[in-house]
């Protein structure tokens, strides 16, 4: 059994169904994102977890235990809120403390952990500062490190890094997978931001009005996604209509190419799935070839993002800019290369 | 509007409200003929039945004070965090005791908990001053909420409250540990208000007959040249005092930049 349990979760709001079926099991030491658009119901879930709303049905199991039933403050779950809720009347040290206390530890022990944990988040001096003396992402550190003293069985984090700026926002991730690495504590993290489910998690849960739509490692979300929305919504996609030729070796035809995948499509009309990178300039033997025109060119320095024209579709192809070659010009018909084999087709 | 004229009317505003203070502080120097003296004062504080009016203000103005504290800020959280919804009506309900007279509740008061009544609280002197502190809590209650409620505003009360819950806090520890710490400020000012309301309250501690410094000051005035004029003017300074306490903790606290 798995270390965490989610199964036949359904929360309504009045006569809105919010989450629907959510299905999900955590291993220990996982890092899990759960990962789609404003309103689709991540917050809702963790809050689920965390207990702080309580499902229309289903259950939430934590090591084999049922916690349903269980107030937020009796589940040994630590929490890190986007708006970081430090308390202000209470110094670094003793925010870091506060769940410690809460429970009637010995204030030498409080003490050292709270030092522990300080030097864990790189933050070893500033334990006598008040939060409104801390930085943003010094702010989210203190949080995560309260929210990790009194060892909680697991760690929920809700879009920890949406308030922060840019740059931060990306060292902390960094930091926040290294301390979560460390510690093997189980976590699941919330988040609208694909870059940061990507490159964080064990595994993604993409969700999307509900609904968990498909679970798995960012590699296979990326290179295998199983709905169009999944595809749509993580990385940049090209979608084009195709007519199927021959259902059997996968011939199609899309615009005025023709391209075999190669693996047998269901007949009829079809989606493919291009990613922009999946193309290449040229023609290179043992690719599939197709030829359109250039409509516009975006130099973004390292890449330069083509769009073509297919006779009708339109299509954003990345090329890695170099040096050696001199870029396309708009106007210009061009010969695209593609492994057929990468090509996506999307179901419904 | 010019220059002149403003001053000119600032200048009749101040004559007018300084005026008067200024005769009575005066008048109440002016016991001994032909020279300003304390004497006034000395008499009024040499009177026993002062001393005894007075503290006895004192401790219920105290009492008052606490009892306030633990029926607002725990109802001002709780509306705050689960009906935000009915806060409109919460507030329209504190601010009732000032649009009745207090001298209607006090009548309302003495026919519910009469002597024949089923709660009899004015049939013991413990129970009369119960209720005279019920009333007064009552009539600073549009004040103490309206400070607790702004003073709730500042901080995000709901995610707090999460956070705290998920560290393992119960009620009791939020309230006392997070909530209070950070409303202190509304919290005293809302208590230096009722400080100077109770001191001066006159008709509930005359009506439930109990020996408060109000219907003292009643009496004095009734019967002596001087001496309220005394009264008068050291009620005053309770007063100012109150809200120069007031100021000053605004003034002074750590995080009073609170995050969100
Ligand atoms: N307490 C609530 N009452 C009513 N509707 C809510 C409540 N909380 C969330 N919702 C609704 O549930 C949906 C999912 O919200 P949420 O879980 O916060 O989404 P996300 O975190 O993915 O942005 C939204 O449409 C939101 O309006
Ligand atoms: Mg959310």
Redesign the interface.
Known sequence: MSFLTISHLEKSFGVTRVVKDFNLDVEKGEFISLLGPSGCGKTTVLRMV???ESPSAGNITIEGREVSSL?????????V?Q???????LTVAQNVG??LR??GVPAREIAARVEEMLALIGLPELGDR???QLSGGQ?QRV?LA??LA?KPQVLLLDEPLSALDAKVRVSLRNEIRAIQRELGITTIFVTHDQEEALSMSDRIVVMHQGVAEQVGSPFEIYNAPATRFVAGFVGTLNTLDAQVLDPATGRVKLGENELTLGRAVPPGEATLGLRPEMLRLGAHPGEAALTGTITELDFLGSVIRLRIDLGGQKLAVDLFNTTRQAPPKVGETVSLALNPADALVIGA | MTRAASWAILLLGITYFVLPLLGMVEFSLSMRRGEYSFDAYAAVLADPQFRQTFSYSVVMALLTIVFGILLVVPTAFWVRLKLPRLRPVVEFVTLLPLVIPAIVTVFGYIRLYNTSSWLPLTGTIFGTNLLLMFGYAMLSLPYMYRAVDTGLRT??VA??T?????????WV?IIVK?IL??VLVAVLSGSFVTFAIVMGEFTMAALLNRPAFGPYLQLMGANKAYEPFALATIAFIITWACMGLIQLVTRFT??D????
Do not use: C, W
């Not at chain 2, 999460?162 to 119960?170: N, R």
């Not at chain 2, 930049?257 to 969100?260: F, P």
């Open positions: 965390a207990g702080f107030k937020p403050n009796q589940r040994n779950i630590g929490m809120f708006a970081y809720a430090l308390f202000p009347n506060f769940g809460v429970k008040y939060p409104f702010q949080a309260r929210a009194p | 901080i995000d995610t707090l999460e956070a705290a819950q998920s560290l393992g806090a119960g520890t997070l710490p950070n750590k995080h930049k609170a995050g969100r």
